[in-house]
């Protein structure tokens, strides 16, 4: 079978290069010529784990996998996965639906009178794809039909939850669609991955609303470790009592900075901003609350460099992290960078250190300082705060880095270092929530 996959940013290259591995011919298509130029080299235009790989295995001579700017190409692909991209409005909380729009037009004529399926897989507002049904009907005709598919990736796991996801969601208006979906993921499904199938309005509002629900998760433990700091309590057992209940569970309650990137954030909103259209918004004023949570943490971390360094103008410190997670190289939403930018605005002197994100970084952030290295970051750093929890940080010496630094502080915001261990080779930690 022969796919197309229209946009090539971080869904659609991941689902292209997914869709090859599972054996099928794919054409990749995007406006942007200097990606599909990378991509057409076989370089990931992102840093994602075992991208590069099958990128390596499928892109080339031979390969079941290419990448064009030119739409007509996807004439003959009986099915066409739309991966846009729709992030937040210039000027409201609402999804920009502009290139989705775009991308179904442009498809749309190259459709014209065939038989084919349309599967939507970007994070909409409910309601989008009866519209795109319409728009698509109108350009194309009759033949053309829509499903909607909608993605789960989790960046650092993208291709792992391409090639294995936890679930396959299925918006459909027919027993063709489905039966083509499912002998798309046919692999996937004899893998034992379960399937839901639902109507278009579901589909969209399953993704945004797990993200929401999560978010809500991750936003009450937060909000739980102010509480333990006030009170002397320690949020990391509590975290551990609480999720023994299976009602409750372990997952996304680590207290810390918080989320970011660029999907949790920018959904949450959306969805409130949709439900509100639809007359539900005051229902969901909570969700006001859930970001306003979110993105206090920041601030709080700023505070507890404060209370260790007193006023912090010409005060150097390093920040350890500078992806919104670790396995990735995305900034947008950055919370580690949205700490360094407010202690600079201080009049910090902030150096800054990712395995990974430096590039992105100072493309994303050309006024902030970024280094080759731990101990270039926190060369006679005053404080040092650990934001994103890579691997490689909790992997430090204390001992040693307390040699390179100034005066031994550390800010543990993602709560993950050994504060015991710290603590032992002379440091002062602070963690969020934790004692």
């Known amino acids: 079978m022969r796919v197309s996959v229209i946009g090539t940013g971080y869904l659609g290259a991941v689902h292209a290069a997914g869709m090859a591995e599972l054996g099928f011919d794919v054409i990749g298509i995007d406006v942007d010529a200097a990606k599909v130029e990378a991509l057409s080299a076989g370089h990931a235009p992102f840093y994602e784990p075992g991208l590069e790989e099958l990128l390596a295995r499928h892109v080339g001579p031979g390969g079941r996998l290419r990448f064009t700017t030119d739409f007509a190409e996807a004439r003959g692909a009986e099915v066409h996965f739309l991966c846009i991209g729709t992030p937040q409005a210039s000027d409201s909380d609402a999804a920009d639906l502009t290139f989705v729009e775009a991308a179904v037009r442009s498809l749309a004529e190259h459709l014209v009178d065939q038989e084919t399926l349309v599967v939507g897989k970007s994070t909409v507002p409910v309601g989008t794809a009866a519209r795109m049904q319409d728009l698509l009907t109108s350009i194309a005709g009759a033949g053309v039909e829509l499903a909607w598919n909608p993605e789960f990736l989790r960046e650092g796991f993208a291709v792992e939850d391409t090639l294995r996801p936890d679930r396959l969601v299925l918006g459909v208006t027919s027993d063709r669609a489905e039966a083509l979906l499912r002998t798309v993921y046919a692999a996937t499904i004899e893998a034992g991955t379960p399937v839901v199938v639902s109507d278009f309005a579901t589909a969209e509002l399953v993704k945004v609303s797990a993200n929401a629900f999560l978010a809500t998760k991750i936003s009450f433990i937060n909000a739980m470790s102010e509480v333990c700091d006030l009170a002397g309590a320690d949020v990391g057992v509590l975290a551990d009592a609480i999720g023994f209940d299976e009602r409750i569970g372990r997952k996304f309650l680590n207290a810390g900075l918080g989320f970011g990137g660029g999907c949790l954030p920018k959904d949450i909103r959306a969805f409130r901003a949709r439900a509100t259209e639809l007359g539900a918004g005051e229902t969901f004023n909570f969700l006001d609350e859930v970001d306003r949570i979110n993105v206090a943490r920041r601030a709080r971390v700023v505070t507890l460099a404060e209370e260790l360094l007193g006023d912090l103008a010409g005060r150097r410190i390093a920040v350890l992290g500078a992806s919104f997670k670790p396995k990735s190289d995305d900034v947008r939403d950055s919370p580690a960078l949205d700490v360094a930018s407010r202690l600079v605005a201080a009049g910090a002197d902030v150096r800054i250190f990712d395995p990974v994100a430096g590039g992105t970084g100072k493309r994303a952030f050309p006024d902030l300082t970024f280094v080759s290295s731990i101990d270039e970051a926190a060369e006679d750093a005053e404080a040092v705060l650990h934001l994103t929890e890579w691997p490689e940080f909790r992997e430090i010496d204390p001992a040693v880095l307390a040699k390179v630094v100034a005066t031994a ?27």
């Open 409 to 435: 502080n550390v800010i543990d915001a993602r709560n993950c270092l050994d504060r015991d261990a710290w603590r032992a080779a002379g440091w002062t930690y602070r963690g969020l929530g934790v004692q």
